[in-house]
């Protein structure tokens, strides 16, 4: 199972919104809904943000949204602040119940 | 409130095994699958594993297959993770984290567990 496709960097000034994409197959992403997302910074264990696609989990600020079409699912940061400068995995399920991880996208306040 | 606490961090030679433990507490720990996800210095999130609320049911990525074992204790509210035949490139930190119901969100995540093969 390979890792699922996301863009290395994506940065976008406090404020703004910006698109992070995760490229799968029609073996994950294109026929599950089970899709996840995970923020994490420097040293410490990842953190759930989206779940199901479009799910939040409770307690995740609103500012963070997914959607998904076909092969491709997407995490959508707006009103971008400081805070959110981390590294991005999106992750789904595979078949069964195997998952595969994305690749990691570093988001960058400038 | 949720906690999964991982065993420290562990040195090992290459050919060797390690066993990491990830004890649950501040939940039903009988009712939730828990997952286990590695991370290489400076890579990425790497999906190794599941293991089912009752320990009865298992399943890994193909890359592990045959090196790892999954188990669970209910008594003691832990579950364990086993590496076998360790080679250099297995040298990570290992996160244990738990699935919120048949969402495929891993919504707690242990503190990782350091695992370094080195001869």
């Known amino acids: 199972q390979s890792a699922l496709t996301q863009p290395a960097s994506v940065s976008g000034s406090p404020g703004q919104s910006i698109t992070i994409s995760c490229t799968g197959t029609s073996s994950d992403i294109g026929s599950h809904n089970l899709v996840s997302w995970y923020q994490q910074h420097p040293g410490k264990a990842p953190k759930l943000v989206i779940y199901e696609v479009t799910k939040w989990p409770s307690g995740v600020s609103n500012r963070f949204s997914g959607s998904k079409s076909g092969n491709t699912a997407s995490l959508t940061i707006s009103g971008l602040q400081a805070e959110d400068e981390a590294d991005y995995f999106c992750c789904s399920n595979a078949g069964g119940s195997t998952y595969v991880f994305g690749t990691g996208t570093e988001v960058s306040v400038l | ?119």
């Open chain 2, 1 to 119: 409130q949720v906690q999964l606490a991982q065993s420290g961090a562990e040195v090992k030679k290459p050919g060797a095994s390690v066993k990491v433990a990830c004890k649950a507490s501040g939940y039903s720990f009988s009712a939730y699958y828990v997952h286990w996800v590695r991370q290489a210095p400076g890579q990425g999130l790497e999906w190794m594993g599941i293991i089912s609320p009752g320990g009865d049911y298992t399943a890994s990525a193909q890359k592990f297959q045959g090196r790892l074992t999954l188990t669970r204790d209910t008594s003691a509210t832990t579950v364990y993770m086993e590496l076998s035949s360790l080679r250099y490139e297995d040298t990570a930190v290992y996160y244990c984290a738990r699935e919120s119901p048949g969402s495929g969100g891993l919504d707690d995540w242990g503190q990782g567990t350091l695992v370094a093969v080195s001869s």
